[in-house]
């Protein structure tokens, strides 16, 4: 059985109607439905088609799985992925990946995103990281919601240099140096229902970034809820702080 993710382009769809988004997200995220996927159990380059993880993996040195084809669905199934506090646990350079249920310890990043645009990483738990939980670099159009995010010395998710146009929807993210980081000219994202509580420094950080919409996060003992620095235009701003 495989997942096959729906791919939307959620801030259209905000636009249109929030209640009809937010239906959409948390009860039809997935098609389920047979099909064919290649069962794997070591650290290797994913290129195509549908992948099953069959066993959890440690890695030293190196990252442990690679992203590099388009259209590329990888599930965990609940393993785990850990590594030994360097490189990154999952290293995506291919478009509209689909990364779900995995769960991936103690490498430098743990989700690491460059330059690509499309993907879903969806149900993932992301542990003590020495730098990033999920890092977004010119990354754009992506769906991360619904994981767990936990002990990065630095931010549990990281949007930098031209990512654009991604949903932050119902992501637990706690325990981190800041929750979610926006820096160095990126716009246009949307942060959800999120989670973002026990962060040493901020909850939301928001450096150089315009015309996102925060709505519906929680956001408490952090040192700050939300610092914002040379931001332009907020499009709404809700939370329970």
């Known amino acids: 059985m495989n997942f096959y993710i729906l791919k939307f382009n959620f801030l259209n769809m905000f636009n ?7 239906f959409f997200v948390t009860s039809s995220l997935f098609i389920l439905e047979n099909g064919f996927s290649v069962g794997f159990s070591s650290c290797q380059s994913l290129t195509s088609g549908n992948y099953e ?3 959890s993996l440690n890695q030293t040195g190196a990252d442990c799985l690679t992203i590099s084809g388009t259209d590329v669905i990888l599930d965990c199934q609940g393993y ?18 689909s990364i779900v249920n995995c769960r991936i310890d103690n490498f430098t990043d743990g989700i690491y995103m460059l330059g690509t645009s499309g993907h879903n990483l969806v149900s993932n738990t992301i542990t003590n990281s020495g730098g990033v939980g999920i890092y977004l670099i010119s990354s754009s159009n992506n769906n991360i919601s619904l994981n767990n995010i936990t002990n990065s010395f630095f931010q549990g998710i990281q949007v930098f240099s031209n990512s654009n146009n991604n949903l932050f929807y119902s992501n637990i993210i706690n325990y981190n140096k800041e929750g979610i980081y926006f820096s160095n000219g990126v716009g246009n994202n949307d942060v959800i229902s999120n989670i973002l509580n026990y962060n040493t420094n901020e909850g939301l950080y928001m450096y150089s970034s ?13 040192g700050r809820g939300i610092s914002t620095v040379s931001y332009t235009h907020l499009r709404a701003h809700e939370t329970d702080s």
Do not use: F
């Open 16 to 22: 249109k109607n929030i209640l009809s988004l937010l």
């Open 53 to 55: 993880l069959s066993t």
């Open 80 to 97: 785990l992925i850990t590594g030994d506090g360097t490189n990154k646990g999952i290293y995506v350079t291919g478009n509209n990946a």
């Open 210 to 222: 315009s015309n996102d919409l925060i709505i519906s996060n929680e956001m408490k003992h952090n």
